[in-house]
C-alpha cells in the first residue's frame, strides 16, 4: 500500500488534519514557559579613587586613564566604564563569566591597582 494514497484520495481529511495538527502547534507555542529576558549575574568589579579637589578632567588623565590602560590588558576583562567628576573617579570592569575563576582575575587586578597607586 502506497502512504500517500489516502491522502490524495480523501483531499478534504487531508485538509482537516494539516488544519488540526498546525492549531496544536500554534496552541503549543503560545504554552511554552519561556523567559523574554532571562536573569543572569555578570560579574563586576569597581575601583573608586579620590583626589579631593582634583578636577574632572584631571581625574580622567592622571587616574582613570591609567587604569583603564593598565586593566585592559587582562583578557578576561570585557567592558571597562569610567567615571570622573570633581575629586573622584569610578571604574567598573565586566568580567567574562567564561574565562578563568573570578577570584583570580580579582587578585590579578589587586596587584594591578596597587602597582599603579604607588
Same mark, same amino acid.
Given at each position: 500500500?502506497? /502512504? ?29 514557559? +519561556? ?27 592622571? +587616574?582613570?586613564?591609567? /587604569?583603564?590602560?593598565?586593566?585592559? +590588558? ?11 567628576? +570633581? ?32
Amino acid at each position: 500500500m502506497n /502512504l500517500s494514497r489516502p491522502f490524495v484520495l480523501r483531499p478534504i481529511g487531508t485538509v482537516l488534519l494539516t488544519a488540526g495538527v498546525a492549531l496544536v502547534g500554534i496552541a503549543g507555542f503560545f504554552v511554552l514557559p +519561556v523567559a523574554s529576558l532571562p536573569q543572569i549575574d555578570l560579574p563586576v568589579i569597581s575601583v573608586n579613587a579620590n583626589i579631593p579637589g582634583a578636577s574632572p578632567e584631571t581625574m580622567a588623565q592622571s +587616574v582613570a586613564t591609567p /587604569l583603564e590602560r593598565h586593566l585592559g +590588558v587582562i583578557p578576561s576583562v570585557n567592558e571597562i566604564t569610567s567615571t570622573s567628576s +570633581v575629586g573622584a573617579t569610578r571604574s567598573r570592569k565586566r568580567i567574562s563569566p567564561s574565562r578563568p575563576s573570578r577570584p583570580s582575575v580579582a587578585t590579578r587586578m589587586w596587584g594591578i591597582v596597587t602597582s599603579v597607586r604607588g
